[in-house]
């Protein structure tokens, strides 16, 4: 079996353009255009944050698709599972919308949805090859690649790792 | 040698017995492995009945078998089977058919079922206390000749109850006897937002009052009579008064009971070979390190993986769970309460910052250095990053301006925890 790959952010080059929210945004639209997709019904949804850390520093935040995932034990409803690639995904049929996975995510990446009442997070882009986020960032601080490949690292701590590489 | 497959029975095929299950499925591939349940039905998502009333989805929907993390095979359920006694010397359990069924590794996961107060004339036909989906079911089938209904107790599940009630049409009175809704998970001053919420749904309060007495005639329940001696009309009652731990069929055997049934820090028993999980198990608050007994699916399925674990051979210690853990909607308003929120009288360091949509109160220890509590009603997004500090009951040093505005984002996480 081939390693699944993941999504891995490179700190260092991140300059805060926010090309990844629109690339996420488009990719989970219903017509996969920019200007057709901002008068759609529901309003699609960004699921990658670009933050910002004083005194300078961009941090880009998504979905890790946790090992043991806590959003998937603690759904009340059975909505969250892990596909056979390893990712963890919100099927929106059967959320309730009780937030339960919110209060859990210690990443803090767990949209809402307000006009279906659904909760959303990142899905690895099923129908691409490379995720939206990956293949439009321009500077390549975002990038999809197998744990070993990355670094060989496991997959918790890589962000800090990189965090840290950063500050030597 | 060939081992001798173990076998592992679990009283209780809920969230913890199923995740206890779950979990030894993966650590033990060849063991045999039985769920009771004293319930009729293969085990489900107990948080979605509400749904059973309001017949927005049907079982198929709400079962737990085959839906997210609960994917094992070969996960023996049984239903319809009451486990009476357990006898710890022998290593066995007694079913109500009469049955002794042997166990290697015993689980106790029966859960809790809802207090009911002793209250005149209660056990009249139309009186109800939600918690299984056959109570679930009963309620549709009355509700179809109900016009107004009565919550007895404003917590969340009479909360939920009432929510289901009003999509089906019912009018509904929640008759509350602390001043505002609630009062288990916030303050009553925490509660405005939500109060106003519920009114604008439709929903009828009535607070300082309890019920003195429950009327009925041949068609059950008619009326509730209450302390201040008015009377309410009604036919169907909701009784919301909190849930005890499922532990009288262990009166007989040597296993601790101290409310619930005791589980030391491995979630074993006191008696070998005997764990507990969920519900009817004591466990402890993270936080404080208080001895408690939840009624929280998140702690179920928790300590459910733990115990699975320590049954299956690998020590495995709990880490507890928070006391208050509750995140939901009612009506237009989401809110989330997690650790200590109830600040009125105590030396907490709380900060409370109140908008026309949004309230929130962060609680930190009295010296302001670790994070032990918060509330967000209105605008709960990323609430998980505050669990997570309160969790970890970590130094908040030099993110806190960011806690107490409420502007953290996993980015100050990352920076501070290197
Ligand atoms: C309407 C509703 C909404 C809820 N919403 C939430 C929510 O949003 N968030 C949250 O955290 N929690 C919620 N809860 C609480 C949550 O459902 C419980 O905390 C959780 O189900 C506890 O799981 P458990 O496995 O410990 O026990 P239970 O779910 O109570 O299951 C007990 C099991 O034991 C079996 N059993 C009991 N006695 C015996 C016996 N003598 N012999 C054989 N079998 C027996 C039962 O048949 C059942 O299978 C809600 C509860 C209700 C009713
Ligand atoms: S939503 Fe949060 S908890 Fe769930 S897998 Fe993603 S990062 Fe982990
Ligand atoms: S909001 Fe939806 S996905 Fe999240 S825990 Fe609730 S039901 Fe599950």
Not at chain 2, 398 to 417: A, C, D, M, N, V
Request: proline share 4%.
């Amino acid at each position: 079996m081939s390693q699944p790959k993941e999504i891995f952010v490179r700190l260092d080059r991140c300059v805060g353009c926010h090309t990844c929210n629109i690339a996420c945004t488009v990719e989970h639209s219903k017509s996969k255009n920019l200007f057709e997709s901002i008068s759609e019904h529901p309003t699609p949804k960004n699921r990658v944050y670009v933050e910002w850390v004083p005194t300078d520093h961009k941090v880009p935040v998504l979905c890790r698709h946790c090992e043991d995932a806590p959003c998937m034990h603690a759904c009340i409803s059975g909505a969250i599972s892990r596909t056979e690639e390893g990712v963890v995904i919100t099927n929106s049929d059967k959320c309730i919308g009780c937030w339960t996975c919110v209060m859990v995510c210690p990443y803090g990446v767990i949209g809402r949805h307000l006009e279906t009442h659904k909760a959303y997070r990142c899905d690895r882009c099923p129908d691409l090859k490379t995720p939206a986020c990956v293949d439009a960032c321009p500077t390549q601080a975002l990038v999809y690649r197998t744990v070993e490949a990355f670094s060989g690292d496991v997959r918790q701590d890589a962000a800090r790792k990189m965090i840290s590489e950063e500050r030597r | 040698m060939v081992a001798k497959q173990t076998r592992y029975v679990i009283i209780g095929a809920s969230a913890a017995g199923m995740a206890a299950a779950e979990t030894i499925r993966k650590l033990d591939s060849k063991g045999s492995i039985t769920a009771l349940s004293k319930e009729q039905d293969m085990p489900y998502f107990r948080p979605m009945i509400p749904f059973m009333i309001t017949g927005k989805k049907k079982f198929s929907e709400m079962m737990l078998i085959g839906q997210g993390p609960y994917q094992s095979a070969n996960i023996n359920v049984r239903l319809n089977s009451t486990v009476e006694a357990v006898h710890t010397t022998d290593q066995t359990i007694s079913i109500k058919s009469g049955e002794e069924l042997p166990y290697d590794k015993l689980l106790i996961a029966t859960g809790s079922r809802p207090h009911i107060p002793p209250i005149a004339g209660i056990e009249a036909e139309g009186v109800f206390a939600l918690r299984t989906l056959s109570d679930a079911r009963a309620m549709a089938l009355r509700a179809e000749r109900t016009k107004h209904a009565v919550m007895l107790g404003g917590g969340l599940l009479n909360l939920k109850t009432a929510f289901a009630l009003l999509e089906r049409g019912l009018e509904v009175t929640l008759i509350i006897q602390s001043p505002e809704v609630l009062s288990q998970l916030m303050e009553p001053n925490d509660a405005t937002l939500i109060r106003d919420a519920l009114i604008r749904a439709g929903l009828r309060m009535i607070t300082g009052c309890s019920a003195s007495r429950i009327l009925s005639d041949a068609n059950g329940v008619n009326g509730v009579l209450l302390d201040d001696g008015r009377e309410v009309v009604c036919q169907m009652v909701c009784i919301g008064k909190g849930v005890r731990p499922n532990v009288d069929f262990l009166g007989q055997s040597d296993i601790k009971v101290d409310q619930g049934v005791v589980a030391d820090r491995f979630t074993a028993c006191n008696t070998l070979n005997v764990f507990a999980a969920g519900d009817v198990a004591v466990t402890f608050d993270s936080t404080t390190g208080e001895r408690i007994v939840t009624g929280l699916w998140t702690n179920a399925v928790e300590m459910g993986h733990c115990a699975g674990r320590n049954m299956a051979g690998q020590p495995t210690e709990y880490t507890g769970t928070l006391g208050i853990l509750n995140a939901t909607q009612v009506a237009d308003v989401p809110f989330v309460s997690m650790g200590i929120v109830h600040t009125s009288g105590t030396d907490y360091e709380t900060y409370v910052a109140s908008a026309p949509k949004a309230y929130r109160k962060l609680v930190f220890t009295p010296d302001g250095a670790k994070l032990v509590g918060a509330l967000f009603v209105g605008d709960i997004s990323r609430a998980g990053l505050y669990r997570y500090l309160i969790r970890e009951g970590r130094a908040v040093k030099g993110i806190k301006s960011f806690i107490i505005r409420r502007q953290l984002h996993y980015g100050h996480i990352l920076k501070e925890t290197i």
